[in-house]
Each structure stands twice: as C-alpha cells, then as structure tokens.
T-cell receptor, first 114, second 114 residues
Framework: AQKVTQAQTEISVVEKEDVTLDCVYETRDTTYYLFWYKQPPSGELVFLIR??????QNEISGRYSWNFQKSTSSFNFTITASQVVDSAVYFC???????????FGKGTRLHILP | KAGVTQTPRYLIKTRGQQVTLSCSPI?????VSWYQQTPGQGLQFLFE???????NKGNFPGRFSGRQFSNSRSEMNVSTLELGDSALYLCASSLVQGRYTEAFFGQGTRLTVV
C-alpha cells in the first residue's frame, strides 16, 4: 500500500534558523510524483514543488530547497533563514502514475517564532 | 486572474440533511478535484472531474457525490449528513490532471454538522 509519513507533527524554531521538514513515502511503483504544499491559516493549499520519480536532482528556490533520495524514499524540505511568514502547515504528497489518487501526509505544523 | 472560488465559506447543517458545495475553477482550467480535511484523518482525496466526467474517486461512501458542468464549475453533494462529515472541504483546479501540473486550491468550505 502507498503511504506518506511526516513524522514531525509540529516544529517551532526561532526566526532566521534553518529548518528541515521530513517526508518519507512508501510505494512499490516505479513511476510516481511527489509534491509539497503549504497551508497558511487562510486555508488554501499553496503548491511548492512537484518532482517525478525519475528526477532525483535536488532543487533550490530562494530560501527553499528539496532533497529527494529514492534510496531512502525521502523527499525532505528545508527552509533556510526562516521567516515568520513561513509559519504554516506543510504537506508532502504522493501521486502514483497508474491511478492518479493523491495521498497526503498528515502534515507538519511549523511555527516560526519572532 | 481570479483564483479558485469556493462557496459558501462556512456552513452549519444538521445530521441527516444534505449539503451542496460549489467550486469555480480558474478560467481555462478543466480539472477540478475535491478533498476533505479533518483533524483525525488529515487530507483525503474525494474525487476528480475533467471535462464533465469523473476521472477518479477516493475511498468515500456513496453519500459523497459530485458533478462538473460544461463551464468546468463543480459541485459536490453530501447526503444524509453525519457528525463525522464535519470538515474543511477543499477544491482544486488545474489545467490537466494534477499529477502533471500544479493544482490551485480554494480556501475551502468549512462544514459543521450538528
């Protein structure tokens, strides 16, 4: 069965610290897509990144970076020099190519303290 | 361009009643998907519509149904409401199926069943 685990339920860091959100996924499929979404207090999910299973290249976008490692089935997300505006719930998600049903992790609530 | 609009934003219903939620996607987007978010179960995929056809369905009972109109607007209906249906219902739209592209989310409809 497919599963996404975000072991960190809640994290609090002081502004300007770096923080890494962990995501571990389970699937036997070879073709799949991984996502990260941010859910601010307003409720809507904001797309951050999509990665397919054949692209293990790490990505950096401003203060955000993602580390995809198929060997450990992990797709971790790092925020560098965190800011208060980064406070939100972050979701990691998995879509299998064969059935298109998105599976979300339980989310990590991130508090950035001023 | 206008984002995804969900109406109403808040709703209170009584057990046994039925409810209809509406989602207007971003102009030009043909795929609309629905999600239920609860504290216990997290974010779960309900169904996806593309060009007025249901393309995918999550593991929810038949009380949950939906449809998509020719203008891509979508509605979801929950009949015979139960207390456990209290949740934030999120809708997302995308140009094509979500695994291929970014999905844009609305702010959700918060349904409370009493």
């Amino acid at each position: 069965a497919q599963k996404v685990t975000q072991a960190q339920t809640e994290i609090s860091v002081v502004e300007k610290e770096d923080v890494t959100l962990d995501c571990v996924y389970e699937t036997r499929d070879t073709t799949y897509y991984l996502f990260w979404y941010k859910q601010p207090p307003s409720g809507e999910l904001v797309f951050l990144i999509r990665r397919n299973s054949f692209d293990e290249q790490n990505e950096i976008s401003g203060r955000y970076s993602w580390n995809f490692q198929k060997s450990t089935s992990s797709f971790n997300f790092t925020i560098t020099a965190s800011q208060v505006v980064d406070s939100a719930v972050y979701f990691c998600a998995l879509i299998l190519n064969r059935d298109d049903k998105i599976i979300f992790g339980k989310g990590t609530r991130l508090h950035i303290l001023p | 361009k206008a984002g995804v609009t969900q109406t109403p934003r808040y709703l209170i219903k009584t057990r046994g009643q039925q409810v209809t939620l509406s989602c207007s996607p971003i102009s030009g987007h043909r795929s609309v998907s629905w999600y239920q978010q609860t504290p216990g179960q997290g974010l779960q995929f309900l169904f996806e519509y593309f060009s007025e056809t249901q393309r995918n369905k999550g593991n929810f009972p038949g009380r949950f149904s939906g449809r998509q109109f020719s203008n891509s607007r979508s509605e979801m209906n929950v009949s015979t409401l139960e207390l456990g249906d209290s949740a934030l219902y999120l809708c997302a739209s995308s140009l094509v199926q979500g695994r291929y592209t970014e999905a844009f989310f609305g702010q959700g409809t918060r349904l409370t069943v009493v």
